[in-house]
């Protein structure tokens, strides 16, 4: 059974870098069939998709956040990880990271990270 | 447009049929994915691909689509269905793919 544990601090400081990662268990990010999402939930919102990356470091981010992120792979690890830099309070969200598959067509998400909490704070 | 509307609040009796709709001109060319989320968990997959229910969610949970409208119906919903339900689907309509949550249903079971 695959699984994916989160790691990273709870507390950034406004203007700072957001860093989490995200270790799988129970399989491997180098198995081509899947994608590896970042994903996060402001506090009593809705979901929002921030970006993945493949085996191969191929990435797609969502536009509106595409200046700030960048979703790395570390298939020696396997694990890959987040970066959001110049936080602002707007930031403040749960973090979760996500397996994608695919089936006819629809992308859909089969695994979840437990969430990490990122109050951005001074 | 490349949103996915969804009503954000529906109830239902216990044992009764609810549906849960979501709507987006994307879902003209992409199906839709569900997740329920309880209080304090992250999401769970619950319907994929139109009407494919992944391994371990009870069959009371159905899918299906029709032009822009996707819908999730629960047939005989428990008391433990009750939660937050959110749509999902990708847009390919941009110069890049997106993935698009709907805004979520928060679904009380009475």
């Known amino acids: 059974q695959v699984q994916l544990q989160q790691s990273g601090p709870g507390l950034v400081k406004p203007s700072e870098t957001l860093f989490l990662t995200c270790t799988v268990s129970?399989?491997?990010?180098?198995?081509?069939?899947?994608?590896w999402n970042w994903i996060r939930q402001p506090p009593g919102k809705g979901l929002e998709w921030i970006g993945y990356?493949?085996?191969?470091?191929?990435?797609n981010y969502n536009p509106s956040l595409k200046s700030r992120v960048t979703i790395s792979v570390d298939t020696s690890k396997n694990q890959f990880s987040l970066n959001l830099n110049s936080v602002t309070t707007a930031d403040t969200a749960v973090y979760y990271c996500?397996?994608?598959?695919?089936?006819?067509?629809?992308?859909?998400?089969?695994?979840w990270g437990q969430g990490t909490l990122v109050i951005v704070s001074s | 447009s490349s949103e996915l509307s969804q009503d954000p609040a529906v109830s239902v009796a216990l044992g009764q049929t609810v549906r849960i709709t979501c709507q987006g001109d994307i879902l003209r060319s992409s199906y839709a994915s569900w997740y329920q989320q309880k209080p304090g968990q992250a999401p769970l997959l619950v319907m994929y691909?139109?009407?494919s229910r992944p391994s371990g969610i009870p069959d009371r949970f159905s899918g299906s689509a029709s032009g822009d409208t996707a819908s999730l119906t629960i047939t005989g919903a428990q008391a433990g269905d009750e939660a937050d339900y959110y749509c999902c689907s990708r847009d390919n309509s941009g110069d890049h793919l997106r993935v698009l949550f709907g805004g979520g249903t928060s679904l009380t079971v009475l």
């Open positions: 129970g399989g491997s990010v180098s198995r081509g069939r899947y994608y």
């Open positions: 996500a397996r994608r598959d695919s089936y006819s067509g629809t992308y859909y998400f089969d695994r």
């Open positions: 691909s139109k009407d």
């Open positions: 990356t493949d085996d191969s470091g191929s990435t």
